[in-house]
C-alpha cells in the first residue's frame, strides 16, 4: 500500500532559527515527490518538486532533498520568518496516483 | 492567470442535509479533482476527472457523495444526505496532464469549509 509519513506532526521554533521537516514514503512506482505549503484557510501551493535523479533542490529558503534509495525527502526551512507558519505536505506521484502525507504543522513565534 | 475558484467558502448545515460545492478550475486544465480535508489530516482524494470522463473515484462514498463534470470545465460535488463525520474542508484542484513523469503541478482553490451539525 502506498504510504507517505511525515514527521514531526508539530513544530514551533523561534523567529529566525531554521528547522527540518522529515518526509518517508512507501510509494512505487515513484515519479516525483511535491512539498506543498498550506496557510490556514487556504489551499495547499506548490513549494519544490523533486524529481528521481535530484537530491537537493532550493526555492528561496526552503531546501528541499531527496533519498531514492531510503525513500526519504526533508524540507529544510532557513532563517524562519512568522510567514512560515503553516502546515507542510509532503505528496508523492506514482505512476499515475498521488499520495498525501498527513502534514506538519509549523508555528514561528517571535 | 485566475486560479482555481470555489463556492461557497463556507457552509453550515444540518446532518441529512443535502449540499453542493461548485468550482471553476483553471483555464486549459483538463485535469479537475476534489478532495476532502479532515482538520489535522493531509487532503484525501474523492474523485478525479480527466476532461469529463471519471479517472479516479474509488474513494468516493458512492452512497452520498456524486460529482459531475459535464462539459469538461465547471464541477459540482454534491453530499446527499450529509453526515457529522462529512465536516471538512473540501478542496478542488486543477492541473494540465495526468500521464507522464513531468510536473502536472495541482493548484489547488481556497476550500469550502463544511460544518454538519
Redesign the interface.
Known sequence: KNQ?EQSPQSLIILEGKNCTLQCNYTVSPF??L?WYKQDT??????LT?M?FSENTKSNGRYTATLDADTKQSSLHITASQLSDSASY?CVV?GY???T????T?LQVIP | EAGVAQSPRYKIIEKRQSVAFWCNPISGHATLYWYQQILGQGPKLLIQFQNNGVVDDSQLPKDRFSAERLKGVDSTLKIQPAKLEDSAVYLCASSLAIRGRGGNEQFFGPGTRLTVL
Open positions: 507517505v515519479s516525483n511535491r484557510g487556504r489551499g495547499p501551493v506548490s518538486i524529481t505536505i506521484k499515475q496516483k498521488v498525501f502525507g498527513t502534514g504543522k
